[in-house]
């Protein structure tokens, strides 16, 4: 969104989002749905949009890389260096549904590194995607979970309670990718947009990592 | 005429009438519990549908082989069994429900004479839940008379009103069917209130209309049930003859000789109707003096039925007209009576109705 | 509130309010003739009606969505015929509540119907009343507890609904993006605050709209015995 | 005893009565449309609430200062004045649910005797909605029945029921007042019904009770309303004094004289009412002879008032029973008659009801 | 068909039909007490019961989570008095249903109560039945209709309804996890063919069940003049 409002104040374009979670758009613009860009969280369904020639060919782009965290409210909760999971001294650990989030893929990965999957089965509640799992700990209902670090370092949240970023070698990297699904002026605009430094730096300050994409550099072809 | 023919089943009931009635006056029908008198009534209004039925009102045909007029196409009243007020309206609302629906020309009742005829006039702003039941009767009686409607059918209105409430009633269905020329088809168990109303009676019996027709012969036919009756009565045609205001009495002129009942004010010569229930009649073979009852005729035995083991039903001929009186078999016996036999009927006075 | 929440409020009350109508005209018809059929399979059809209630609504969304696109039955049936297709349109939208609505409509009205019994239709009819005339002037008012309850459980449905809305009509802000949507896309980016406000807001409004609607139906209560 | 004071505000309408009734035997409920008979019925059951209401039955106190019996826990039967039968269950089913919630001991009235009784047995598997208007009642009738109840409230309950019906049910009644002993408080518009039945009557009049007492008593008062009814009565006891085979006549002993009735079966010595209509009285100076009217009693004139301008009501004296008769004004002055007038009172048999 | 499917075909089962039960022994007095009540301000109760509808129910889960939660009212009330949190166990998924489906119960049971007016109930009572009695030998027969619709759409509506159950269950498989949630979790999965599976089972399983609910009715049909 923080993207979408810098786009729009240094170009002409204006932009309508429509949030949702990543599997209900993909069936939306299979069905038509008139979008023109498609944020995915994931790489799983633009690169499908794109075999099934819905998306424009070589338009993706993964623009972020997502990081995953274990977080709690309660100070001094989490240590730093996630020690806390071992304990097993917690009721619930919430994490985002690993069949649809990205993140819940990832956080389930962490656990079965650690050899904890099968350990807390009955005591990992799920959320629909990563918003729900972070309102799960939040509300104090869990008392930990694997959210997104864009998540706690939110501009509109003063940063609280304890975390521990989890080392990038416990799971799978976390590519979030655009991809384009119609042509126009306005897309090449943003897909400009976005490689640019400004974007880069909004998304660095949303807790994501930069990823280092080179294949898709290509798209859109001037040749065209 | 009012030519009718329905044949209806329900369940295991079956209505087949098929019955003329005239399309003026007051026709009442009589018959058991759940000999079909509502279905007809129903049927007639087209509640009840029979394709094949037939109704014809006047030159007004509302349903035959090809044409089916729906019940709110008729132009009719009808005052169901069970009061059946709108919940949902006061009384009020209730009343003016089919009178607004009436044009402004074809209204032939006012509101507030049917309002006060009916003496609902302080219940207007009640609702039906806040009525008692006779009360309820009567705003829906008021309610069909307002409809201004070509026939009223009417399924016992009075069954749950007091003798006082209807005698204030009675009167006005009658000028109901003399001013406004509206055929009355009206059910009843009483014979007083058909005796007093109607002029035409049909039997029904087990969905058939046993028989119809002029209610002073039904009365007095002697194959009919009804002279069976406890109180079988007759109808004798007279006119005013004069006025006695020492006694205020009216004498009237009948078939033979005069009878007297409490004064009215009809014009002389004016065409009136007694009813006389057997049980009032005695017969005495010589003229009784020095007693109460003033209306003494002479008349002829024309047969005798013997009516249960102790009781005779006497008709009697006073000149044309039939009369029936209700005897003892000792007393006929005693009597000697037989056809022919000439003697004299004591009516109580009182006990004619205008 | 942003001009994007107002926009969204917009879409939400035309939505529920054109649903709701939608709904009445035509639950009203199918409930009057489940009171009173007596075809023997009706049973079939009420549980028909009844039955788009057991998907979750997303999951309906996607069917619906299925059916109504290019390529599904009502989607391709209407651009053989030259119409536009539904899905991602207001129009849509309205498809997908009032089919997934139609119970809490079709059920309390048929209800309402059948304890009302005949009878004051054969009065109302005795008394005049063309079959339009007693529609309005004696089902209405008597079944008017079976009205309302329709009317409220649908437009209260509609509003929070949007498991379908959101499917069928892709958030298009302005277009077919309603409020229960803003709520939920502001609980979903952590903005709480947000949140709360509309929350709050909606909640109010309907409130208010709720009160208004039973604080009338007290006035026209129908005593019985 | 029966003792019973209720104070019921409904609207405008105030219901005010404080009453004594006999425990046993019927006790009629007299009065105009929307004079608080049915409020006052509802009140007995317990279903309008007076909390410094009493209700006394024998030595069973149903409500009083510190009591309320609820409605379920009073034993009574209400037959309510519109049937109000379960339209969800079968007529068989709406006659067992009281019947079931009798304990077996307390049973005093057989299922298939109220059935055959009312009439019903041929409705028995039919739903309250397939019924006519009378059938319905009957079936209310036998649901109150089966009740076996303590008292039996009965609003109109043979309103909508033809005559026959009516004469096959009310004699039932009167077995369940001699065999049960079973008080009815029994509400009707009918004086007819009402003298053929009641053993006391009460008058109400706009909430309050006017008067209460036998029913010889209340019906001969020149003082109250019901008097001046056309259809005025007394009521006569009598006893059983012999039975004529060949003409069917029973003899029964009045208070002076001997009178004739169709025969019935009643023993000798039996005592029974005779109901005399004040207008099936005639009077004479001298004996009749050569009459069909058997019954004729010499009696003295007690009292004469005048009944509207054309008629008198004369209240006469048969040894100590009193008996009105209805006569013109025109006849009363012909014959002279005045207090203490030596008269001959002719009443018709048949009009003598058992 | 997978074990965690047939899991959750059992949960849904059990919410839905607990949930049924408590909603209709909940909203039975209440609906009575709406119907027959004379207080000026039962309008105000009744906008009550019918609001939670307006809220989007992922929203409202979200709201009832914060309020189970250790901070929340119900939740500090919980733990204060000893007791274990609603959140994330079966219980609170019934708390959560119950809650949300409540006006699909009253309503229908409220307009049930006041058609049917006092007099069968005056009539029973003369004819010596108890309050008990009377519920189930005159009320529940008569409303039956009202009853009827309670249940199908309390219980239609549970089975379907995913995002209060979602937000308080937290979807753990076997305990809270219901056949909406698998199937949606299938449909966001891609896993279409499975979800159609799922659809088409649980559809089958309702239409049947339905049937027999409808069909049964249908015997019981009184006849009305
Ligand atoms: N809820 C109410 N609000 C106002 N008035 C009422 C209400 N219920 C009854 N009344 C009035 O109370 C009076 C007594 O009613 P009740 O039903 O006891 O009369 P009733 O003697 O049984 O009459 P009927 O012979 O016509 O049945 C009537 O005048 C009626 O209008
Ligand atoms: N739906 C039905 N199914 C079966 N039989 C029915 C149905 N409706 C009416 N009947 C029967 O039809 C007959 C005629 O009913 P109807 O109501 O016309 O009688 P009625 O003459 O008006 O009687 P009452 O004087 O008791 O009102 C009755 O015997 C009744 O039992
Ligand atoms: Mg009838
Ligand atoms: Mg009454």
Redesign the pocket.
Known sequence: KALADSFEAQSDHEIELSFGSTGKHYAQIVHGAPFDLFFAADTLRPSLLEERGIAEWESRLTYAKGRLVLWSPKEGYVDSTGDVLVDGDFRYLSIANPKLAPYGRAAKEVLEQLGLWEKFENRIVRGENIGQAHQFVMSGNAELGFVSYSQILHPDHALEGSYWIVPPELYGPINQQVVAVRDSPAVRDFYKFLRGSQARRIIESYGYELHHDTRNRCWPRSSR | MIECRFQIT????R?DTEMTLPDRGISALF????????????AIAGLEKDPRGRFKIGDAIWQDDSLFLPPHERSLGYVF?EASLFPHLSVRRNLEYGYKRVGGAKRRVRFDDAVSLLGVDLLLDRRPGELSGGERQRVAIARALLRSPKILLM??PLASLDEESKQEILPHLDRLRDELDVPVLY?S?STEEVARLADHLAL?EE?TVLASGPISEMLTRIDMPLAHRFDAESIIEATVESHDERFQLTVLRGPVGCFSVPRNNLPTGHPVRLKIFARDVSLTLTEPVNTSILNIVPATVDSLVEEGPAQMTVRLAIGSAPLLARITRKSAITLRLEPGSKVFAQIKSVALLA | MTEGDWAALWVTLRLAGLTTLILLTLGTPLAWWLAHTRWRFKFVLEALVALPLVLPPTVLGFYLLIALGPRGMIGGFLESIGGRPLAFTFAGLVVGSVFYSLPFVVQPLQNAFQAMGRRPLEVAATLGASPVDRFFSVIVPIARPGFLTAAVLGFAHTVGEFGVVLMIGGNIPGKTKVLSIAIYDHVDALEYGHAHLLSGGLLALSFLLLIAVFGLNRKFQVVKT
């Open positions: 329900k369940g295991s009931f209505l018959g058991r519990s759940g000999c079909g008198k509502t279905t007809f009534l129903r069994q399924d016992e059910v168990h029904m969905g």
